[in-house]
């Protein structure tokens, strides 16, 4: 089931910087929680990352989860490459995971709520899906590959942590358990190019 960029076409994937849920290590879905002030520094980050990559002002495609936290990255993305902070589209297939009822809630709460339904995702998170309307890991996998089969030309994306997650699994062929073992790095760079996955790490390190 490993997924693959159309020849010539390269994607620069990046997670939104941290949010005031990501420091608290609640679940973050469709709820929004603002960026912190390291997510704002991580933001400027992925700018300087990629202006090494493609030079100041890319004359690339830029597309955003429409999430107002993935938005806020794009914009202070687009500012550190001196283009216009709004010259983005945003595409809800690359939207995060669908966290149901345990959106902004920690695991330990989440778990409280429904223990054998907590355990039995966790044991099978490609299959079961999050309580109260949330998505599996197939259903995610499902749109942000349509997502990823549909580039023509040369992309910068702002998502989110599971989608990255998932998103790198399929072009490494790994199982479920495999993307969910992979690392959630914000301030850093994914560059796919076919199959091949490569991070571009930042100069200097942030706290």
Not at 28 to 53: F, I, M, N, W, Y
Not at 84 to 109: C, K, V
């Amino acid at each position: 089931m490993a997924l693959e960029l159309a020849a010539g076409v390269t994607l620069y994937l990046t997670r939104h910087g941290q949010t005031q849920a990501n420091l608290e290590k609640r679940f973050s879905g469709a709820k929004d929680t603002p960026l912190t002030a390291l997510g704002l520094a991580q933001a400027r980050q992925v700018g300087t990352v990629l202006e090494r990559a493609l030079g100041m002002r890319p004359a690339i495609a830029f597309v955003a989860s429409p999430y107002a936290r993935a938005q806020a990255t794009m914009r202070i993305v687009r500012e550190t490459l001196e283009l216009p902070p709004d010259g983005f589209t945003t595409d809800a297939r690359l939207t995060e995971i669908n966290l149901g009822a345990w959106d902004q809630l920690t695991d330990a709460e989440a778990r409280a709520l429904d223990p054998a339904a907590f355990d039995a995702r966790s044991a099978d998170k490609w299959n079961v899906h999050v309580p109260g309307g949330g998505e599996n890991y197939q259903e995610a996998a499902a749109r942000a590959s349509d997502w990823v089969r549909g580039l023509t030309a040369d992309t910068v994306a702002v998502t989110h942590g599971a989608i990255i997650r998932i998103l790198r699994g399929l072009f490494l062929d790994l199982d479920w358990r495999g993307m969910n073992a992979l690392d959630e790095t914000q301030g850093v760079v994914f560059r796919i190019r076919g199959r091949d996955v490569v991070r571009l790490e930042p100069e200097g390190k942030l706290g």
